[in-house]
């Protein structure tokens, strides 16, 4: 029998968010890193969560090649293909959000539009845009999955950067540049961000994180850049 939408209500639960977070003892937020393919998404995500997990922060990558393995194996590389991978992406980390994670997506996600969709579906305080700007000419250099390289030779049709343009965000909550800084330094400005957005605590006191209800805290040598 067809449901209609008008059906469907929402079911509440009696664990709210909040609980969830109060659990982890951190709130919960998206990381949306956005750049050219090879700007280093998936580097920095990587090492990104490694420190978190280190630090006791729940967290999850969804990233743009591991969910195009399942979820969104269906879809291309048109505009509005890319349109619903962002959306079903968008949608799954409001879930991840709703269940208290520190949630880091990892897509090229080229389109402004498309980008702005996806930070609707959230407040404020729970969308961060992070531009990985790197040129295209170091990116082509990298070139780990040696797709730019198939691309040129023309056996690779949307390719962002290549035959697909790239629209740079013009006001992301950060830029971290991966041509220039190293990858530490690259995720300790995510680290930073996500302390001046009171997602985590920070101490000077290791010795503080293991009070239970108390928030995570992460040591101040860690926020330090060198
Ligand atoms: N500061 C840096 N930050 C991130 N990656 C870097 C940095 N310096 C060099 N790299 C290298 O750049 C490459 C980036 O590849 P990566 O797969 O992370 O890119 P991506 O943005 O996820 O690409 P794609 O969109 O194709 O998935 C890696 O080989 C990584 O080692
Ligand atoms: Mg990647």
Not at 81 to 101: P, T
Not at 136 to 160: M, Q, W
Request: glycine share 6%; aromatic share 8%.
């Amino acid at each position: 029998m067809f449901l209609s939408p008008n059906n469907i209500k929402w079911h509440c639960t009696l664990v709210k968010k909040e609980d969830r977070c109060a659990l982890n003892r951190h709130s919960s937020t998206v990381i949306w890193l956005t750049g050219l393919p090879s700007s280093g998404k998936s580097t920095v995500a990587n090492q990104l969560e490694h420190m978190l997990f280190r630090y006791g922060l729940r967290s999850y990558i969804l990233d743009g090649d591991n969910i195009r393995h399942g979820l969104n194996k269906n879809l291309s590389f048109t505009a509005e293909d890319r349109k619903e991978n962002m959306r079903r992406v968008g949608e799954v980390a409001k879930l991840f959000i709703d269940a208290g994670l520190i949630t880091i997506v990892a897509f090229v996600s080229p389109f402004r539009t498309d980008r702005q969709m996806v930070r609707d579906m959230f407040p404020k305080d729970e969308f961060l845009e992070v531009f990985v700007k790197c040129s295209l000419a170091v990116c082509e250099l990298r070139d780990p999955k040696g797709l730019y390289k198939k691309a040129r030779k023309g056996e690779i049709a949307h390719f962002t950067g290549v035959n697909d343009p790239y629209e740079a965000p013009e006001q992301p909550e950060l830029e971290i540049e991966t041509d220039k800084l190293s990858l530490d330094d690259c995720v300790r400005k995510i680290f930073r961000l996500l302390v001046d957005k009171k997602i985590v605590t920070h101490s000077d006191e290791l010795g503080n994180q293991k009070s239970p209800g108390s928030p995570v805290q992460v040591p101040d040598p860690l926020l330090s850049f060198g």
